[in-house]
């Protein structure tokens, strides 16, 4: 383990996402690792089009059930609203989280996460409820009229109750990663390689070094691993973290349209994970934040050879260019943009797209290191909801890299991030996190259930 009094003299960072390229950053501005060498390695020319962070919008709120999270949004959410958030990179036009049906008692998952989440954003973070017009933060909505006057101008049917928070908003993911990359390249600290790493070579307690396509071998003190839903090709996750895909779906939209959408709240429905981020350059995103499908396949055990093993891995358009989601997931998205805006019911997709989520068993994160190999540090299990974090998270997960508890956040955040004691018995990991969609869905199986009839164009 890294100390203040033993610094690694070399940290090798496998995986550029957001808890990589956060983590390169962390470690270049602080004085402890001033003599220390910094390699980032990325699998694909930066910013790599299937990796989870890249894509149009990510939502930025700090409405969780789990007053943790909503704390540590709290340090990050005056970031989107600086520098982070400049040149059009983070826009506050809120969140509203809605409630389609379910029992009001709070034994619904949903009406929980919602009830908890509002608990949160009231006592926590001090938000003031009211009619935004009457200088309130956060909305009540108490009724399916209360829900339709938030989200008029989208025409459709939004949801039964919820609140909206005025204080969230959302991000233009690839130019907040990009953004990020280009302050990690202006403090000269850290040397970038497009190289992918094909295994990691261990010995007893530790990593010796990882080898990379062609066979060339790289070492260093301190090896942190940051491949998200890939990483269980170079360490042995099975029964703590799994790779889930979810659906996301695009439709290109008019002028008109942008104008009446793109000041709406971002839709998130915690009844079937549904949700809708308002559009930007005239592009509209329909997505879930669901269990996902899993995408079996044996690899060699990353940790002992002549083993195999089985586990979910991403299979994207860097696979297969002609991937696309499977007829249930178009189906849902189909559905849900007819039921919120139904002039845009037929409009045919532009793109659909794939996202691989590196899921835990409760959506927490894991951000430890690995309890065999001393200076291997693992920083994944995202679940998700990772990305709103991007401009803190590599100050808290250095911390974790020095064994440092800064303060009560970072030791309750130490402590869910730590590695499990045991294994889930089952080897794919479905988390019990809420969730939209079916538990158990396999990607093959979906995809092999039919084509989906591509809908007649009004653009």
């Known amino acids: 383990m890294a100390t203040t009094e033993t610094i690694a003299a070399s940290i090798l960072i496998v995986g550029s996402g957001v808890f990589g390229l956060s983590t390169a950053y962390a470690l270049a501005q602080r004085d402890a690792f001033k003599n220390t060498s910094i390699t980032l390695l990325e699998r694909l020319d930066f910013p790599a089009p299937d990796a989870a962070s890249i894509d149009s919008s990510r939502i930025i709120r700090p409405d969780y059930a789990d007053p943790a999270y909503a704390a540590l949004m709290a340090e990050a959410h005056p970031h989107w609203r600086g520098s982070f958030g400049a040149e059009g990179r983070y826009s506050e036009a ?5 409630q389609d ?5 709070g034994d619904n998952a949903a009406h929980y996460y919602l009830i908890k989440a509002l608990e949160n954003v009231k006592s926590k973070l001090g938000l003031r409820v009211g009619r935004r017009e009457e200088g309130g933060q956060v909305e009540l909505l108490e009724t399916p009229e209360d829900v339709a006057r938030v989200t008029a101008s989208m025409g459709g049917d939004c949801g039964r109750r919820g609140y909206v928070n005025w204080t969230s908003g959302w991000a233009d993911a690839e130019a907040g990663m990009r953004y990020l990359r280009d302050l990690v390249e202006r403090t000269g600290r850290v040397e970038f390689r ?12 530790r990593v010796e070094g990882v080898e990379l396509v062609g066979g060339e071998r790289l070492s260093a003190d301190l090896v942190v691993l940051a491949t998200g839903a890939w990483m269980q090709t170079l360490v042995d996750l099975r029964g703590i973290a799994s790779a889930t895909g979810q659906v996301l779906a695009y439709i290109d939209i008019t002028q008109e349209e942008q104008d009446r959408l793109g000041g709406n709240p971002t839709l998130l429905c915690e009844t079937n994970g549904m949700f809708i981020i ?5 592009v509209l995103k329909v997505a879930r934040h669901g269990y996902g499908y899993a995408n079996p396949t044996t690899i060699p055990h990353p940790e002992r050879s002549g083993d195999t093993i089985a586990v979910s891995l991403p299979r994207t358009k860097q696979d297969d260019p002609n991937l696309n989601i499977a007829p249930e997931g178009d189906r849902a998205c ?30 927490d994160w894991l951000i430890s290191y690995h309890p ?23 100050e808290r997960i250095v911390d974790l890299v020095m064994g440092e508890e800064r ?13 499990p004691a045991q294994r889930r018995e089952e080897d794919q990991v479905w988390t019990d996190d ?26």
């Not at 809120?94 to 809605?98: I, Q, T």
């Not at 497009?194 to 307690?205: F, M």
């Not at 303060?407 to 590695?419: F, I, N, P, S, T």
């Not at 158990?440 to 009839?453: F, N, P, Q």
């Open 278 to 282: 308002p559009p930007r350059n005239r």
């Open 194 to 205: 497009t190289a992918e790493v094909t295994r990691l070579h261990y010995s007893q307690d």
């Open 372 to 394: 065999t190999y001393r200076n291997l540090f693992v920083a994944t299990g995202g679940s998700g909801h990772a990305y709103k974090f991007l401009p803190v998270i590599g």
């Open 101 to 105: 049906s379910g029992d009001e008692s």
């Open 94 to 98: 809120g969140l509203c989280l809605v």
């Open 334 to 363: 189909r559905e849900y943009l007819a039921k919120c805006i139904p002039s845009l019911a037929t409009r045919p997709w532009t793109q659909t797209r794939i996202c691989w989520y590196s899921d835990t068993p409760v959506g």
């Open 407 to 419: 303060d009560v956040l970072g030791a309750e955040l130490g402590k869910k991030w730590k590695w």
């Open 434 to 459: 809420w969730r939209g969609g079916v538990k158990g869905m396999i990607l093959d199986e979906e995809l092999a259930k039919g084509e989906i009839a591509a809908p007649r164009s009004r653009l």
